[in-house]
């Protein structure tokens, strides 16, 4: 009976099952970039499908990012492509104009992030709803064009850009500079995913969640609102900032026209799409953001040609449908569709 009420409690039983879940996605870590690697060296992974995977991966932890603050804490923002930029210009001016190594620039690419996000969050605080969207969208759209004015070209060489150049493997190891950053970025993004699954179940991760369901009943009970949304903020933007400067490092470029309006979008959709309120729905929003970049054009160009139309399709005619279709079929996500459909399948079996 003692065991019985210790598993229902979380007690050794839920230790257990996290160690055995955290061995197990340990383990995946380790043994699938191997994998991967091996299969680069014989020739079936080449170069391109490791800078791809290293792409998914960069947008898993942005989308990760804007989830933190938009699944867990109910603050929606339309900007956080400007943190995107920040990360990536604060990267490539170290690295371009100061030699900074990769692995210093991307703590300090954090920090930049971390506390334009917290200084822009103070005044957001009034505001909620479509009136905090409004603010971010206007940061969105801003942040390009400070990018690109005359006076900050010594820093950010306007709209020419800044070119980066990646970091050889260390040690001598046999990898291209592909499969050397795509383990960087695969590092990064476990440790990231790591802190932000214990940030959540942490006293912090409840307050942020009680604020999201409802802010005054979180205010009666003692939780200081205003510090905990200017913070989640500032971690928001951490996290999208450091997939910038892990983003214009694997690009090699960073320019203002990089960093348009349309990314911030893209990070929301992946954030909907994937699932809000999930860790999962990152990882699988980051992928939706790449795949559907990369191959809605090269769809709509096969379409075309097969169907003989006069006019090319465009691209985004393939992307809203894809949309349309996801949200009626799954309207809570990707992962949130795939929980109904496994709960289906058990009560199916269960009959």
């Keep these: 009976m003692a065991d019985t009420v210790a598993s229902r409690n979380g007690t050794p039983a839920a230790s257990a099952a996290g160690f055995v879940w955290g061995y197990r996605y340990g383990l995946l870590l380790v043994v699938l970039p191997l994998l991967l690697i091996a299969g680069g060296k014989a020739g079936f992974v080449s170069n391109f499908q490791f800078l791809q995977l290293s792409l998914m991966i960069v947008y898993a932890i942005a989308v990760l990012g804007l989830n933190l603050l938009t699944g867990f804490n109910g603050q929606i923002s339309l900007g956080h492509g400007a943190f995107f930029a920040a990360g990536a210009y604060t990267a490539a001016i170290l690295i371009d104009q100061h030699n900074w190594p990769l692995w210093a620039t991307l703590p300090m690419a954090a920090l930049v992030c971390f506390f334009a996000g917290y200084l822009f969050g103070l005044p957001a605080l009034r505001l909620e709803g479509h009136y905090l969207a409004l603010a971010t969208f206007a940061l969105a759209v801003a942040v390009p064009q400070i990018l690109k004015y005359r006076h900050l070209e010594p820093i950010t060489k306007g709209v020419m850009g800044i070119n980066v150049f990646k970091s050889d493997p260390p040690f001598g190891l046999p990898l291209s500079t592909d499969q050397w950053m795509f383990l960087v970025v695969l590092a990064v993004a476990a440790f990231m995913f790591w802190i932000a699954r214990n940030l959540l179940d942490s006293r912090t991760g409840r307050a942020l969640i009680a604020i999201r369901d409802h802010s005054m ?91 003989q139309l006069p006019l090319e399709l465009d691209p985004w005619l393939i992307y809203g449908i894809v949309l349309i279709a996801l949200m009626y079929a799954m309207p809570t996500g990707i992962v949130g569709g795939m929980a109904v459909l496994w709960r289906r399948l058990k009560a199916m079996r269960g009959l």
Excluded at 252 to 269: G, M, N
Aim: no cysteine; proline share 2%.
């Design 217 to 307: 009943a979180a205010s009666t009970m003692g939780i200081n609102v205003a510090h905990y949304k200017a913070v989640v903020f500032g971690i928001s933007a951490l996290y999208t900032g450091l997939a910038g400067a892990l983003h214009g490092v694997i690009f090699e470029f960073v320019s203002p026209d990089s960093f348009r309006f349309e990314l911030s979008i893209a990070i929301l959709v992946g954030a909907v799409v994937g699932g809000i309120a999930s860790l999962p729905g990152a990882v699988i929003g980051g992928v939706f953001v790449q795949v559907i970049e990369k191959y809605a054009d090269a769809l709509t160009k096969q379409i075309s040609a097969a169907v």
